[in-house]
Antibody, heavy 117, light 109 residues
Framework: QVQLVQSGAEVKKPGASVKVSCKAS????????MHWVRQAPGQGLQWMSM???????AIYPQFQGRVTMTRDTSTSTVNMVLSSLTSEDTAVYYC???????????WGQGTMVSVSS | EIVLTQSPGTLSLSPGERATLSCRAS???????LAWYQQKPGQAPRLLIY???SRAADIPDRFTGSGSGTDFTLTISRLEPEDFAVYYC??????????FGQGTKVDIK
């Protein structure tokens, strides 16, 4: 079935980097943009970035210099690396596919990233 | 950046009642690219409505989206027990960053 499966929870120290992966299955990976959305504990949703799985172009207007997004079409996987972590980056990170005219119809299960010294 | 303001913050209702949730944008949302999501504790959001009024796959018809420009509404005609959750609106029009509202919690009265 159509699904996005994310990598497991991470615990990092301030200043470190974290890599979160998202593997797509059940549809043509290159058809829809993939997005990253995060949710701090008890807070709302924040859109972070998006990547075109076909050409690889990525956009992350609010995280310039801290986010790197890549994709591997051979494994239908999108990776996001967030660097220079602070406690404010503690959140659940979701990948989501923009398959409904751009709206996010398929979501990963979420990856908890905790940043603590 | 388009700021989305949802109201009310919390809606306390009983099963069977009608719920009306509002989402107001700080500027017009291009092509009415406005979506609504439902989120339950410990779960990823689920798409309910896209393009302001199109129901996503397998979404019951008690969920209706309406509005255009800067004012949008999600209506749940008769609340079922599984509808008590947090609801977010989101704009995905051309202007980046794409943004979410702060959410409306629908809880049991």
């Amino acid at each position: 079935q159509v699904q996005l499966v994310q990598s497991g929870a991470e615990v990092k120290k301030p200043g470190a980097s974290v890599k979160v992966s998202c593997k797509a299955s059940g549809y043509t990976f290159t058809t829809y943009y993939m997005h990253w959305v995060r949710q701090a504990p008890g807070q709302g949703l924040q859109w972070m970035s998006m990547i075109n799985p076909s050409g690889g172009a990525a956009i992350y207007p609010q995280f310039q210099g801290r986010v790197t997004m890549t994709r591997d079409t051979s494994t239908s996987t999108v990776n996001m690396v967030l660097s220079s972590l602070t406690s404010e980056d503690t959140a659940v990170y979701y990948c989501a596919s923009g398959g409904r005219g751009g709206a996010f119809d398929i979501w990963g299960q979420g990856t908890m990233v905790s940043v603590s010294s | 950046e388009i700021v989305l303001t949802q109201s009310p913050g919390t809606l306390s209702l009983s099963p069977g009642e009608r719920a009306t949730l509002s989402c107001r944008a700080s500027q017009s949302v291009g092509s009415n690219y406005l979506a609504w999501y439902q989120q339950k504790p410990g779960q990823a959001p689920r798409l309910l409505i896209y393009h302001a009024s199109s129901r996503a796959a397998d979404i019951p018809d008690r969920f209706t989206g309406s509005g255009s420009g800067t004012d949008f509404t999600l209506t749940i005609s008769r609340l079922e027990p599984e509808d008590f959750a947090v609801y977010y609106c989101q704009q995905y029009a051309g202007s980046l960053p794409w943004t979410f509202g702060q959410g409306t919690k629908v809880d049991i009265k």
